[in-house]
T-cell receptor, first 112, second 116 residues
Framework: GENVEQHPSTLSVQEGDSAVIKCTYS??????FPWYKQELGKGPQLIID?????GEKKDQRIAVTLNKTAKHFSLHITETQPEDSAVYFC???????????FGKGTRLHILP | GAVVSQHPSWVICKSGTSVKIECRSL??????MFWYRQFPKQSLMLMAT?????????EQGVEKDKFLINHASLTLSTLTVTSAHPEDSSFYIC????????????FGPGTRLTVL
């Protein structure tokens, strides 16, 4: 089955700098890669997703890149702000499979 | 769009009692709903997948007689924790898909269950 590895587990970034979180997956059939942000005591919120027919997607300060050959995808947050502090989860799913497989999460701290 | 609600947001119960958690898709019809459990500082653990009008599919190791799931309509799924024990204390989160595509899941805010 699919296995998603996520690094780093914790990341501290100075406010205004960029943050990058990386994930790898094992199943070449995976073609959908969502990213979720989870604040303390709340449910995960979908922030961006990418499908395997594109290599990059951007939404304001957030971007995701996908390298299907290497089976890895990354989340990039630019101009970080205090409200970006949260736990971020990457995930992967294969077409036709309603389950998504989550990484273990990255705790992002934005330092003032 | 794609709003999922859960009720209650937190519940405290005595050991041996049953607790029901509701999950609703407020502005779309959810073809599939999912129930997850999350321990502190850990990732989400899928418990079961349910489709409207069908029996839920439970993940390996999840007791279906203990965690009863009902998906009676395209906007409502319920999780009942039967004969709850302190080890069932956890953060339970539901998600729903069917809005944008069959694989995009939208999560509820979660329910914190504490069993005394």
């Amino acid at each position: 089955g699919e296995n998603v590895e996520q690094h780093p587990s914790t990341l501290s970034v100075q406010e205004g700098d960029s943050a990058v979180i990386k994930c790898t997956y094992s199943d070449s059939a995976s073609n959908y890669f969502p990213w979720y942000k989870q604040e303390l005591g709340k449910g995960p919120q979908l922030i961006i997703d990418i499908r395997s027919n594109v290599g990059e997607k951007k939404d304001q300060r957030i971007a995701v890149t996908l390298n299907k050959t290497a089976k890895h995808f990354s989340l990039h947050i630019t101009e970080t702000q205090p409200e970006d502090s949260a736990v971020y989860f990457c995930a992967a799913a294969a077409e036709g499979d309603d389950k998504i497989i989550f990484g273990k999460g990255t705790r992002l701290h934005i330092l003032p | 769009g794609a709003v999922v609600s859960q009720h209650p947001s937190w519940v405290i119960c005595k050991s041996g009692t049953s607790v029901k958690i509701e999950c609703r898709s407020l502005d779309f019809q959810a073809t599939t709903m999912f129930w997850y459990r999350q321990f502190p500082k850990q990732s989400l653990m899928l418990m079961a997948t349910s489709n409207e009008g069908s029996k839920a599919t439970y993940e390996q190791g999840v007791e279906k007689d203990k965690f009863l799931i009902n998906h009676a309509s395209l906007t409502l799924s319920t999780l009942t924790v039967t004969s709850a024990h302190p080890e069932d204390s956890s953060f339970y989160i539901c998600s729903a898909s069917g809005q944008a595509s069959t694989d995009t899941q939208y999560f509820g805010p979660g329910t914190r269950l504490t069993v005394l």
